[in-house]
């Protein structure tokens, strides 16, 4: 660990109940502010109970959409358009035909401003002027200002009243792809790329797969580069430090990769990472946990039906990632696992707080992150800033690995904020779902990727 600062579970809790005091469950189109304890602990008392952390990456949400009237969340029920007129939120299913493109020009639509200011000045009413694909079947006048119905989203419920809930979680990268916010996730950078490639996800495609990339003015600088990074990240920091790790995701049809970030990385799709750490199915995961054989650190990704993406006309996702959690609630795994559970992008989808301008990439829209572990707190949404690299920040702290990029870098770690690893590790209870671990099990393979934009 670095440095010798330990913070203890008095100081955990009181801190808690102050974000508690805090909270705001009305309507408010003001911009959060950052709180006055973003600080980076070096260390934080009984982190080394860990011994596995698992990502479950799900896919474009934001957080007004998601967790719409959450106790305690700063949420809004309405919006506004770009001509000033009042929007209330309508309630629309996960399972769509149709998508919202959220790319970088539906980005700086939505945040109607600049998008360049130190701060912000994103007045967050530009959603009515992204593009969506619903024509005459569109649900309402507004698709982008819409919520899914609390009966759909009720696991997602469940988990966060029962662990913690973080309202201030953004993505790292501004553009809403997930091409790009997956890098981040395993790199904490995408080597200025921005949007999607030509074709696919990375190396596998050759030299031909190009990808557009941003400026330090966060501008379109006209050229590209290979969708395939020679970068370090986070699988290779682990392999130095002898710590094993496990990327779970799909094969693809017609292109026969796999939908893995690591797909675009160089050293590990052309190293024996490749074979050795990249998994598919993604349910293969569920006999890694019953036969012992966990990793130290995982990342899980959906296939597109159970990936809460617009588009993929399913309502599979609270499932999954529910049939996920339970997996390790009741395996031997419970008590030395935390959980991350986040949505990459925000998937076009209204939300009502401003991202901070941070750098050329960062910071994008607000995403749900919900914690979980035998320590989390119970029951508190915590108003504290993360964004991406604050999972990989969590990873670095605990194993005293150094940081890959400037956004785990900045990061503010949730170690101190959501969990109490000296308290006694909390019974495991069951998430309820509608679909249980046998669905997926049985579930045909879908060839789809989850997201193409």
């Known amino acids: 660990m670095r440095g010798s600062d330990a913070i203890g579970p008095a100081v955990l809790l009181a ?19 950052l709180p006055a304890a973003r600080v980076h602990p070096a260390t934080v008392a009984g982190l080394d109970k860990v011994k596995h952390v698992v990502i479950i990456i799900q ?29 209330a939120l309508q309630p629309v299913g996960l399972a769509t035909e149709w998508d919202i493109v959220h790319n970088s020009t539906s980005f700086f639509a ?24 619903c024509g005459s079947e569109c649900p309402n006048a507004n698709p982008p200002y ?55 996800w990375g190396c596998s495609t050759g030299p031909q797969n190009q990808v557009a990339t941003l400026t330090d003015a966060r501008e379109l600088s006209g050229e590209t580069i290979r969708a395939c990074f020679q970068d370090t990240s986070l699988g290779a920091e682990l392999d130095n430090a002898g710590l094993s790790w496990r990327y779970y995701a799909s ?11 690591y797909q675009a990385n160089y050293n590990v799709y052309y190293g024996p990472d490749w074979s050795n750490d990249i998994v598919t199915p993604q349910t293969q995961f569920f006999t890694d946990v019953s036969d012992g054989n966990l990793a130290a650190v995982s ?36 008590d030395s696992t935390v959980i991350f559970i986040f949505w990459d992008d925000y998937g076009g989808w209204y ?17 749900p992150m919900i914690m979980i572990s035998a320590y989390a707190l119970k029951g508190v949404v915590t108003h504290v800033h993360f964004e991406h690299g604050s999972i990989l920040k969590f990873i670095e702290t605990r194993w005293d690995l150094p940081a890959l990029s400037a956004s ?41 990727p989850p997201d193409n934009d």
């Not at 102050?18 to 502010?33: D, E, I, K, P, R």
């Not at 094969?251 to 026969?256: A, H």
């Not at 939300?351 to 995403?367: I, M, T």
């Open 351 to 367: 939300d009502h707080v401003p991202p901070e301008y941070v750098d050329y990439d960062g910071l994008g829209v607000r995403v």
């Open 408 to 448: 785990d870098a900045r990061a503010t770690s949730p170690a101190p904020y959501a969990f109490d690893f000296e308290q006694s590790p909390r019974t495991f209870t069951a998430i309820s779902a509608k679909y249980s671990k046998k669905y997926f099990l049985k579930q045909p393979p879908d060839p789809r």
């Open 146 to 200: 819409s919520y899914v119905p609390h009966s759909e989203t009720a696991p997602y419920f469940a988990m966060a009243k029962q662990y913690v809930l973080a309202d201030e979680m953004f993505a790292s990268n501004f553009d809403g792809s997930s091409f790009i916010s997956h890098q981040y996730i395993i790199a904490a950078q995408a080597m200025h790329a921005v949007n999607y490639a030509d074709d696919g």
């Open 59 to 87: 896919e474009n949400r934001s957080f007004d959409n998601l967790f719409y009237g959450f106790p305690g969340a700063d949420t809004q029920s309405y919006g506004y358009n770009e001509s000033g007129e009042k929007i």
């Open 299 to 334: 990342w899980i990704t959906p296939t597109c039906a159970n990936s809460d993406h617009a588009g993929c006309d399913s309502d599979g996702g609270p499932s999954w990632v529910a049939s996920l959690v339970n997996a390790i609630g009741e395996s031997k795994y419970w």
């Open 251 to 261: 094969k693809l049809g017609s292109s026969g990769g796999i939908w893995s970030a």
């Open 15 to 33: 801190f808690a109940s102050m974000l508690g005091a805090c909270s705001n469950t009305g309507s408010t189109g003001s911009s959060s502010q």
């Open 110 to 133: 939505a945040c109607d401003g600049t998008g360049k200011i130190p701060g912000t000045d994103c007045k967050m009413d530009g959603f009515d002027r992204e593009s969506y694909s």
